[in-house]
């Protein structure tokens, strides 16, 4: 059996669709690099992802040492101006 919808009724498929989509659970990630220091990146994680100092300091350490960090959960919607205040320091991250 074969569905046709109107139009209408398509694009309001596509947009509930892509609701869906940005309500998935993404992740935040932080990639180490040999530029940026420590005390530059917790500043900056406090700042944009309202980490406390201990939850920053850790994120920090765990990107150093692993390579990478995903330091925050959400939707798309939520977490790119995040991420691109992040980039804005000087610091390389990425929406997953």
Do not use: W
Request: aromatic share 4%; with cysteine.
């Amino acid at each position: 059996m074969m569905v046709t919808l109107g139009h209408t009724q398509f694009e309001e498929a596509e947009l509930l669709v892509e609701e869906l989509v940005d309500q998935e659970e993404h992740e935040l990630v932080v990639f180490n690099d040999d530029i940026n220091t420590f005390d530059h990146v917790t500043k900056v994680l406090i700042k944009v992802c309202k980490h406390s100092q201990e939850q920053a300091e850790q994120c920090t350490l765990i990107i150093h040492y692993k390579g990478k960090c995903a330091v925050k959960k959400g939707t798309a919607r939520d977490l790119k101006p995040m991420c691109q205040s992040i980039l804005d320091a000087g610091i390389q991250a990425a929406v997953v």
